[in-house]
């Protein structure tokens, strides 16, 4: 598949794009528009969605990227090629006010399995170009090269991360969480947070998300391929459980708080219409094939979930283990369940947020609560549900914890008794700061957890029919811009034999 180069990247493919140019009018409204870049995601065998956001002043304060309320039509592009030659689908759609005027269009009609390239016009500014790949036909399970990361704190590093994971050129990126962060701006940070105060309204949560996407790496990711994302606690609060607060700092309404974050999330995302929040509440929880190599479970574990036991924090605590305690609500337990159980690709990849595999903290049984360990109930139902189904291939994509960590997943954590699955966490883009490569993270309480990374970066994935092949790719530093990344670990999944080989 053929890399977006700098220049079509940044100039939006305007030279020698020739006949099929969205030709500039005459008189432009607005300033430069497209400062938060373009992004695709959600990708489906017929398509998938492209995504943009006119802000030609992305932060200012009132949260509206320096627009009117005036509504804009806003023309895009899919073509076969970076020069837009052959241009294969085209329209126009509206951005509103409502919406930050961002714009979320899902696009349709197009090949299994192929990549495209798309851009936008707005007031006669023409957007960078952006790469979409859609899904292979279900029948047909081609290679698939995946990487994902989470954990992406603005003031703690830069993103070369993200400049990286574009370099790959891959096929799909999954986010799995901490896109933001909510926090007030730091007096030592690397990079300082806009707004200076913890968001908590809707015009703030805007300028956050805003400031994130400024950033050139993170276009540069979005630009070079369709990502799946799912948030965790910091795209809204720290530690936040339904709709039950860690602290009541800064004061207020916390359910005005979440649909505020919701909604700035969904503005900001390549996400389908059909997961646009109502309120304080979003469907997130989703499920996307890749042909018939894999599905993709993509889950909830904020909006849903029972207040952390025992007051949160690494602890024993005999709470954790109540069988009524769940971190995904009952009716996306169900669903996930019963999309497993359909065995619809040769992979369940489930891509979620906090630990799922069990992690003693010290001999006398502590966890943390705030993991699946608080709620091992749950984690027991979802295991015994998919080993009960005869799946050999479920792998676990976790965020988080700002450390990369392997595990195989067992039927019986205190005996090790049967591999069923295998979970992959990635480390962060940046939250953690640089890490350090010396730290040992690994214990004999839990002979099941095979690797641990305190360093930067993300996973990459290659998967076929036969095995995935796994690599933990780190950066030295991100307190410097620009480090390269290098493979610190590398594993196989054979399918059919849950957990880590060597390769």
Request: glycine share 8%.
């Amino acid at each position: 598949m053929s890399p977006l180069n700098r220049r079509t990247l940044i100039a939006g493919g305007i030279a020698g794009a020739g006949a099929t140019l969205l030709a500039p009018t005459t008189a432009n409204a607005l300033s430069y528009p497209f400062t938060l870049g373009v992004a695709s995601g959600e990708p489906a065998a017929d398509g998938f969605v492209i995504w943009t956001r006119l802000a030609p002043s992305p932060l200012n304060a009132d949260g509206l990227g320096g627009m009117s309320s005036a509504s804009v039509a806003v023309e895009w592009q899919v073509a076969t090629d970076q020069r837009f030659t052959q241009v294969v689908r085209s329209g126009t759609a509206t951005a509103a006010q409502s919406w930050a005027h961002s714009v979320h269009v899902e696009v349709t009609g197009l090949q299994a399995g192929r990549e495209y390239f798309y851009r936008f016009r707005a007031a006669g500014h023409i957007s960078p170009v952006g790469r979409g790949v859609t899904a292979p036909a279900v029948g047909t399970s081609p290679a698939l090269t995946m990487l994902f990361t989470s954990c992406s704190h603005f003031e703690a590093g830069y993103f070369t991360a993200y400049r990286r994971m574009a370099e790959e050129n891959p096929h799909l990126i999954l986010h799995l969480g901490d896109y933001i962060y909510e926090g007030a701006a730091s007096t030592t940070a690397i990079r300082k947070h806009a707004p200076a105060v913890e968001i908590s309204n809707l015009a703030d949560y805007r300028v956050r998300h805003a400031q994130y996407k400024t950033d050139v790496d993170l276009q540069a990711a979005h630009a070079a391929a369709p990502w799946l994302v799912v948030w965790d606690d910091h795209e809204v609060e720290n530690n936040y459980a339904n709709l039950v607060r860690a602290n009541t700092s800064p004061a207020g309404d916390f359910k005005a708080r979440r649909a505020a974050a919701y909604k700035a999330y969904y503005e900001h995302m390549p996400l389908r219409p059909a997961q646009a929040p109502v309120a304080e509440n979003m469907q997130l929880y989703r499920r996307v094939r890749w042909g018939s190599l894999a599905t993709f479970h993509m889950l909830d574990t904020r909006q849903y979930r029972d207040d952390q036991a025992c007051g949160d924090g690494t602890r024993v605590c005999p709470e954790a283990d109540d069988p009524a305690r769940t971190l995904t609500g009952a009716t996306q337990e169900a669903w996930l369940l019963d999309g497993m159980r359909q065995k619809l690709g040769t992979w369940d990849f489930l891509g979620q947020q906090v630990f799922f595999a069990q992690k003693l903290a010290s001999a006398d049984g502590a966890k943390s609560m705030d993991s699946w360990d608080g709620y091992s109930a749950n984690r027991g139902r979802l295991q015994r549900g998919w080993d009960a189904a005869g799946l050999r291939n479920t792998v676990v994509l976790t965020g988080d914890v700002h450390r990369s960590w392997a595990s195989n997943l067992m039927a019986n954590y205190t005996t090790q008794d049967r591999i069923i699955g295998t979970e992959l966490v990635t480390t962060s883009v940046t939250s953690g700061g640089d890490g350090s490569a010396t730290d040992t993270g690994l214990s004999s309480l839990n002979p099941h957890v095979k690797f641990y990374k305190n360093l930067r970066g993300y996973v990459r994935t290659v998967t076929t029919p036969t095995q995935m092949n796994v690599d933990f790719r780190f950066l030295d530093r991100v307190t410097t811009r620009d480090y390269p990344v290098r493979t610190l670990q590398s594993y196989v999944v054979q399918a059919g034999n849950p957990g880590l080989q060597a390769p």
